[in-house]
């Protein structure tokens, strides 16, 4: 595929739910729309702000439709697939309806803690088994296994259908490491909306965003400053974006930017066990900075 369609803002859609517990598919196609209309560049399903652990497969395949069938094609989209079995990962994939689907975004494989050969083995298999290019997602923070800077250029070097990295690791010696060395047309994205200011000014392609499911217009306004070396502007959006993004994350993804959506009107504030909302305390924080902006 073309990978400059991959650059730019990508959102990590959230899953909102009924008060009965089920998926609100009406709710997220409404998402869908509106973050067409604020000109993100693409949309990620069933990530980790999806609560997709949660989910049974029927639920997944369904939201993968609505997502799809709601962008009709004016952006792409890429879906989360990944997990500690390898072969697990490459059946899901290939009985996965993917009609519509860009991009296959894989996390690293959780629990089990692989070594680098390992992580190379399981990405090299999954990539020659799926019909549709893979993307990396590193995340060690949730999953205890990080991609280190030789494993990602090794996969993006051997490798043809591996396309790039959502890096989330925090780290940027190793993200500027990959920028440096990685081959042409290899995609290097953050992962992480607090430091993605920074990681632009060294050269990333854009960001996958949590909180853009939230503010749509004005992280995709900082992203393509950024990208256009405007850094001057995109700081004053940064310094505006820094206190409600970093309040989204600490209680936890995504009970965060799901209290800023409630409080938005635009979902009902419900979560699936064991996530539970934030605190009383934390949501009034939320609504005050929200009332500030």
């Keep these: ?50 609560e997709t652990p949660t989910m049974s497969a029927d639920e997944k395949q369904k939201i993968v439709r609505i997502v799809v069938k709601t962008a009709a094609g004016r952006v792409p989209v890429v879906m989360g697939c990944g997990g500690p079995s390898t072969q697990s990962v490459i059946e899901q994939i290939q009985q996965a309806d993917l009609d519509g689907v860009s991009a296959i975004l894989s996390v690293t494989p959780y629990y089990n803690r692989p070594s680098q050969a390992g992580l190379k083995e399981h990405y090299r298999l999954i990539a020659d088994h799926s019909p549709l290019p893979i993307i990396l997602y ?16 090794w996969l993006a070097n051997e490798c043809e259908n591996i396309i790039g990295i959502k890096e989330a690791s925090g780290n940027i ?21 607090a430091i993605t200011l920074p990681l632009l000014a060294i ?20 992203v393509n400053l950024g990208m256009n070396n405007r850094f001057v502007e995109a700081r004053a959006i940064h310094q505006k974006m820094l206190d409600i993004t970093q309040a989204c994350f600490k209680e936890g993804n995504p009970a965060g930017i799901k209290a800023v959506l409630a409080l938005q009107e635009k979902i009902e504030y419900y979560l699936r066990l064991p996530l539970t909302r934030v605190s009383e305390q934390h949501q009034q924080y939320i609504k005050s900075l929200l009332a500030d902006f």
Aim: charged share 20%; proline share 3%.
């Design 1 to 50: 595929m073309n990978t400059a369609l991959l650059k730019g803002l990508g959102v990590a859609l959230i899953t909102p739910f009924t008060r009965q517990g089920e998926v609100d598919y009406e709710c997220l196609s409404r998402l869908v729309e509106d973050l067409i209309e604020n000109r993100v560049d693409y949309l990620v399903a069933l990530g980790t702000t999806s």
């Design 138 to 153: 590193n995340v060690w923070t949730r999953t205890s296994c990080n991609i280190d800077a030789d494993t990602t250029l």
């Design 173 to 193: 010696n190793q993200i500027m490491r990959v920028v440096k060395h990685r081959p042409e047309n290899f995609l290097v994205i953050s992962g992480d909306d």
């Design 203 to 222: 050269g990333v392609d854009g960001l996958i965003s949590v909180v853009a499911n939230a503010f749509p217009s004005e992280i995709s306004k900082m």
